[in-house]
Nanobody
Framework: QVQLVESGGGLVRPGGSLGLSCKISGDIDNIYSWGWYRQVPGKQRELVAAVTIARSFFYGDAVKGRAAISRDSVNNTVDLQMNSLKPEDTAVYYC??????????WGQGTQVTVSS
């Protein structure tokens, strides 16, 4: 099993920046993919960013050029940095990990609100 805990969400002004962090614990040695997804009411959960153990990076079309995902193997975190934030970025952001099995795990989510 893998436990994921997101932090760093909050209220940000349009054009501002925000960093999110996902603390990972449990069977961390068998994870082969880490990601951030987001969801708004009435919409499908969508990819923000993901990175694999082979260091392949994937970004959602809506955030390309404005988001960067990174993994800190020392502190066991997966971080998301976003800039040039827009009101359309308002969503609950979820951390994700896939373990060899395969099996998928999700965090509880953290709210990001972009508003003046």
């Amino acid at each position: 099993q893998v436990q994921l805990v997101e932090s760093g969400g909050g209220l940000v002004r349009p054009g501002g920046s925000l960093g999110l962090s996902c603390k990972i614990s449990g069977d961390i040695d068998n994870i082969y993919s880490w990601g951030w997804y987001r969801q708004v009411p009435g919409k499908q959960r969508e990819l923000v960013a993901a990175v694999t153990i082979a260091r392949s990076f994937f970004y959602g079309d809506a955030v390309k050029g404005r988001a960067a995902i990174s993994r800190d193997s020392v502190n066991n975190t997966v971080d998301l940095q976003m800039n040039s934030l827009k009101p359309e970025d308002t969503a609950v952001y979820y951390c994700n990990a896939i373990i060899r099995g395969p099996r998928e795990y999700w965090g509880q989510g953290t709210q990001v609100t972009v508003s003046s």
